[in-house]
T-cell receptor, first 113, second 111 residues
């Protein structure tokens, strides 16, 4: 079983739709969870960062972490064409000098006007 | 504010030629630095990471090497490129828990 599983999509939705992106993981030691957005031919940019279980909201974006199920989600409300990108989940078990992220393969999202 | 510079943006190199990609960070001290390669359908693959000058850890045995001659400079090199070295190379930095900041990437095509 891979450490982080993410459905690659592609996912195509109409403008204004609610988008749900998900990742599952196998390493119960993961405590830090992130979502990155990557536009075509660009580097990933950090979108959301959460620690342990719970929800975090930032504008139209909500990140959820369920450590008991080893499942994380990113919700995008009122999706816009500018949200079209690849979304990568990432997670880590610690900070400090051994701080390394494990990434999902990314989900390609297209929001159609 | 912290910024990360990565160059060149695109590169086309013949098989067997050398490679040198450079990454520099501004506005922070003693960052952790990372080199990733992103290939279609394979996600982000960690190649090297560094916690300090001349301290390099290799994650995947391969045709590449990395060096950190200065605190905020990270270099990815190869003596002889292979076709399989083609990909999108990304440099990133972090100073603590809170996520990585990535550079804009270099798209390398080996022909």
């Amino acid at each position: 079983q891979k450490e982080v599983e993410q459905d690659p999509g592609p996912l195509s939705v109409p403008e204004g739709a609610i988008v749900s992106l998900n990742c599952t993981y196998s390493n119960s030691a993961f405590q830090y969870f992130m979502w990155y957005r990557q536009y075509s031919r660009k580097g990933p940019e950090l979108l959301m960062y959460t620690y342990s279980s719970g929800n975090k909201e930032d504008g139209r974006f909500t990140a959820q972490v369920d450590k008991s199920s080893k499942y994380i989600s990113l919700f995008i409300r009122d999706s816009q064409p500018s949200d079209s990108a690849t979304y990568l989940c990432a997670m880590s078990n610690s900070g400090g000098s051994n701080y390394k992220l494990t990434f999902g393969k990314g989900t390609l999202l297209t929001v159609n006007p | 504010s912290q910024t990360i510079h990565q160059w060149p943006a695109t590169l086309v190199q013949p098989v067997g030629s050398p490679l040198s990609l450079e990454c520099t960070v501004e506005g922070t001290s003693n960052p952790n630095l990372y080199w990733y390669r992103q290939a279609a359908g394979r996600g982000l693959q960690l190649l090297f990471y560094s916690i300090g000058i001349d301290q390099i850890s290799s994650e995947v045995p391969q045709n590449l090497s990395a060096s950190r001659p200065q605190d905020r400079q990270f270099i990815l090199s190869s003596k002889k490129l292979l076709l399989s070295d083609s990909g999108f190379y990304l440099c990133a930095w972090s100073v603590a828990v809170g996520g990585y900041t990535f550079g804009s990437g270099t798209r390398l095509t080996v022909v």
